[in-house]
């Protein structure tokens, strides 16, 4: 009896450290795999005496593994941000850069400054003509590049719901093969891993907290307490939108978001959906890009009323349009950037005006003494004159065109480099969380070194085998 025991031990034993082979192998060929958590067989003692496998435990906390997908949530948010308001920079021009805003009207100045040193110079005429359209076509570019950008996010955002909407789906669909599997008390290590790897990819998108369900299954709910899976996955709903213009806003008539057919609060903070790349889509569509918009159209704004005014031009009347103006509804200020153009009616040749004008006025109907500057001065001191801006988007203090230029380009370059700021912190936590869950991965050099207990076990087993069947042997010769 004593040596079918040793034997039937020793046999368990074999089994045992055949399945702590495999489990090793498995740990090493995955050892790069994303989602795979490292497994470890847990032992038991048998009952009538050996040892038994009792589980494949997964090596990983989840509360850790939910503050790195928080994080990776915030990280994706930030950089979403951080990469389009760079782009706006690059529209609007940094304060260093001659093409940029405050070039463009650097540009100008130096023209007019150079044109009533020459008043008679039609070359120089052409010059502030020439430096005039290309402030104005600074301005349509950004602000078109703008909208563009808010087409950019719209569309980001609908990817970004479609791709959510398949995640969800596909942990429910993994949820149900888990609770099957569960019951029928096979290994669900593999269908595990792979739920973690989509949930991760869902928190891109939106920060989830994932809590435990009967048979393995697991719900998941927003930071801030949205449903998002219970026994099925709730549907969320957007529309992307065909074009933007400055005047569209959400639910005017751009689409905001649903959860199971109910609206969702995006611009709220701490709402539904807060935190992660769709909120921060939806605060650069609605919020942030719109906000840079509207510096320019203030900017737009302020060139027309300061050139219609008569201290800058005396040869208009009141009302008369004076070297930049609007094309469209002027009343409407939404969109000024775009739509800002020269007079080219009244001062350039190609359009039927004349360069004339631009040393006589606007107003002017005939040209006067070709050696008069006064206009071209006045235009100068235009620009130079602080001033309170008509938009109070540029805010309340007087100041002159090239300082509201300034102004722009530093909010611009301000807005950018506190999102690459705000980036760098989210990558920085990201990292550090990272490397905690990874501590919890495979160790190659830790599996090595247990493959080689293995090894001893194995071999140990494998002598008691060899030597209960001497034993065994001896008794049959007698």
């Known amino acids: 009896m004593g040596i079918s025991s040793a034997i039937a031990s020793a046999t368990s034993g074999l089994f045992a450290t055949a399945r702590s082979a495999q489990t090793v192998s498995d740990n090493v060929a995955n050892a790069l795999t994303p989602g795979y958590a490292a497994r470890e067989v847990v032992l038991a003692t048998g009952q009538f005496g050996g040892v038994g496998v009792a589980t494949i435990a997964r090596r990983e906390t989840l509360s850790l593994i939910t503050d790195r997908r928080m994080a990776e949530a915030d990280t994706s948010g930030e950089r979403a941000r951080s990469q389009s308001l760079s782009k706006v920079v690059d529209l609007v021009g940094s304060a260093d850069d001659s093409g940029s805003l405050s070039g463009r009207v650097a540009t100008f100045a130096a023209g007019l400054t150079a044109a009533a040193s020459l008043p008679s110079s039609d070359q120089r ?30 569309h980001a955002i609908g990817d970004a719901v479609e791709a ?9 669909q993994l949820n149900r093969e888990i609770a099957r599997q569960t019951a029928s008390k096979g290994d669900v290590n593999t269908l595990l891993d792979q739920r973690r790897a989509v949930i991760d990819g869902i928190s891109e998108f939106i920060p989830v907290r994932e809590y435990p369900r009967e048979n393995g299954r697991v719900g998941l709910i927003t930071e801030t307490g949205a449903v998002l899976l219970l026994d099925s996955a709730a549907e969320i709903g957007f529309d992307k939108s065909a074009g933007m213009t400055p005047g569209m806003m959400i639910d005017d008539p751009l689409s905001g978001l ?4 109910r609206a969702v609060d995006t611009a709220r903070e701490g709402g539904p959906i807060a935190g992660g790349q ?13 906000e840079a918009q509207v510096r320019l159209d203030a900017f737009a704004e302020e060139l027309v009323v300061r050139f219609q ?10 009302g008369e349009a004076g070297l930049f103006i609007f094309s469209g509804d002027a009343t409407s200020t939404k969109g000024f950037s775009q739509r800002l153009a020269v007079n080219e009616d009244k001062v ?22 070709s050696g008069d500057a006064r206009v071209l001065q006045f235009f100068s001191s235009g620009l130079e004159r602080a001033s309170v801006p008509a938009n109070s988007a540029l805010g309340t ?18 807005a950018a480099y506190r999102a690459e700021t705000d980036l760098s912190y989210s990558e920085g936590r990201l990292n550090i969380l990272e490397e905690a869950v990874l501590s919890e991965g495979v160790n190659t050099d830790d599996e090595m070194r247990m493959l080689l207990l293995i090894e001893q076990a194995y071999a140990a087993n494998a002598r008691v085998i ?5 034993m065994l042997d001896r008794i049959l010769e007698i």
């Open 397 to 414: 203090s007087s100041l002159g065109i090239g300082a509201l230029a300034d102004l722009v380009v530093g909010s611009t370059a301000g």
């Open 309 to 318: 005014d008569i201290k800058t031009d005396p040869s208009l009347e009141a």
């Open 466 to 470: 060899q030597t209960a069947g001497i």
């Open 164 to 172: 959510l909407n398949q995640g969800l789906l596909r942990v429910e």
């Open 125 to 154: 005429l052409e010059t502030v003509l020439t430096s005039a359209q290309a402030l104005a076509t600074h301005l349509n570019k950004a602000g078109d590049g703008i909208q563009a950008e808010r087409l950019a996010a719209d």
């Open 348 to 369: 350039n040749p190609d359009a039927g005006g004349e360069l004339w004008r631009l040393r006589d006025g606007l107003g002017a109907d005939e040209a006067g003494p």
């Open 258 to 261: 649903t959860i199971n057919g």
């Open 278 to 290: 769709i909120a921060a889509l939806f605060e650069l569509r609605d919020e942030e890009l719109p």
